[in-house]
C-alpha cells in the first residue's frame, strides 16, 4: 500500500551498519527527515545516488535535514560495500524488510529491465559504478519520503524504474522550506 503527503510515517526500525545499533523514525522528531529506501548494497544505482546525496549532505545539515539510507541487503554485507566509503549520513540494513513495508516499497520486472536502457545506467558505469553482488530481490524499486518534524510524509516518491530517486532540487527545495 502506498504511502501519500500528510501520512503520518510509519515507525521503523533498522540496523545502523556502522554502530550496529536501531534507528528508529522516533529518533527524528523534531527534524527534517530523508528516507532513502534502496534496492541492494552493490546496486550502481543506489551507490550513484549515496555519492549524490553524499555530496548534498553539508547543504542538507546547515537546512536541518537528516538523511536515512536503507538497503535491503545485511548489515554485514551493506558494511563491506559503504564500510570504507566517507557517507556523512546513517546508512542502514533491513534485510528482514520490516520498514520496506511499512513503506509500501513496490517491485518491478520490468521497472528493472529498463534500466539496461536507460541513460542513468550509462551514467552510473561512466561515474565508476558498476553491479556488484546480488544479494536481494533485483526487482526492488527505490523510494523516497521527505517527513517533517512532527514524522508526516510531506512527499512520498515511488520510482518506476530501478534508476530513479526523488530529484536532489525536490530534496533541497524540502530542506530549504
Known amino acids: 500500500m502506498r504511502l501519500s503527503a500528510g501520512q503520518a510515517a510509519p515507525e521503523f526500525e533498522v540496523t545502523d551498519i556502522s554502530t550496529g545499533k536501531p534507528i528508529r523514525l522516533a529518533d527524528f522528531r523534531?527534524?527534517?527527515?530523508?528516507?532513502?529506501?534502496?534496492?541492494?548494497?552493490?546496486?550502481?544505482?543506489?551507490n550513484l545516488h549515496v555519492h549524490e546525496l553524499s555530496q548534498c549532505n553539508e547543504e542538507f545539515v546547515r537546512q536541518g535535514l537528516k538523511v536515512v539510507a536503507l538497503f535491503r541487503s545485511g548489515p554485514d554485507r551493506?558494511?563491506?560495500?559503504?564500510?570504507s566509503r566517507d557517507v556523512p549520513?546513517?546508512?542502514?540494513?533491513?534485510?528482514?524488510?520490516?520498514?520496506?513495508?511499512?513503506?509500501?516499497?513496490?517491485q518491478s520486472l520490468l521497472g528493472m529491465l529498463v534500466s539496461f536502457i536507460h541513460?542513468?545506467?550509462?551514467?552510473?558505469?561512466l561515474k565508476g559504478f558498476f553491479p556488484g553482488k546480488v544479494d536481494a530481490d533485483v526487482r526492488s524499486l527505490p523510494a523516497d519520503f521527505l517527513v517533517?518534524?512532527?514524522q508526516k510524509i510531506a512527499r512520498a516518491?515511488?520510482?518506476?524504474?530501478?534508476?530513479?530517486?526523488?530529484?536532489?532540487?525536490?530534496i533541497k527545495e524540502f530542506a530549504r522550506g
Open 30 to 46: 523534531g527534524h527534517k527527515l530523508l528516507l532513502s529506501f534502496h534496492r541492494y548494497a552493490a546496486c550502481p544505482f543506489c
Open 157 to 170: 516518491y515511488y520510482s518506476t524504474n530501478i534508476t530513479q530517486h526523488l530529484s536532489l532540487t525536490e
Open 78 to 83: 551493506t558494511l563491506e560495500q559503504y564500510g
Open 119 to 125: 541513460p542513468r545506467g550509462l551514467y552510473a558505469t
Open 148 to 150: 517533517t518534524p512532527d
Open 89 to 106: 549520513f546513517q546508512i542502514a540494513a533491513d534485510p528482514k524488510l520490516s520498514a520496506y513495508r511499512a513503506y509500501g516499497i513496490e
